[in-house]
């Protein structure tokens, strides 16, 4: 780390520090971090991409978008399913995905602007 990105004295705020210290002990910040990580890797985060431009895909548009094999695909929905990012139903011998609810699009379509906003500031 650059010595120029610390600070060079410690000290602290100690009415912020127990402000947000106190705050992070009513949130569930453990089941955001997971969520996050759910979809940190690429093929979850082109899926949810996808689920955000389409309704509703079944595990074979998905396989063919993100160029993988059905059974990979489906290990992935079945992960992000599991954390709560999409929804899961069956019609006959098919099965069909899409987004568990709007701010999973919103916290998609931010993410994807701030990425294009700091790519041209650099």
């Known amino acids: 780390m650059n010595k120029n990105e610390t600070c060079e004295v410690f000290c602290y705020d100690e009415k912020k520090v127990n402000k947000v210290q106190h705050d992070l002990q009513s949130i569930d910040i453990s089941g955001v971090s997971q969520l996050l990580k759910a979809i940190a890797d690429e093929n ?8 955000c431009q389409e ?4 595990v074979c548009d998905i396989s063919n ?12 929905l ?31 379509m931010m993410a994807l602007t701030h990425r294009k906003e700091v790519s041209a500031n650099v």
Request: hydrophobic share 40%.
């Open 55 to 58: 309704e509703e895909l079944c």
């Open 78 to 108: 079945r992960m992000l399913n599991k954390q709560g990012i999409l929804k899961f139903r069956k019609e006959g011998k098919m099965a069909f995905y899409s987004l568990d609810d709007e701010h999973i699009k919103q916290i998609m």
């Open 65 to 76: 978008i993100i160029g993988v094999t059905v059974a990979n695909a489906s290990h992935h």
């Open 44 to 51: 979850r985060a082109k899926i949810t991409y996808a689920l």
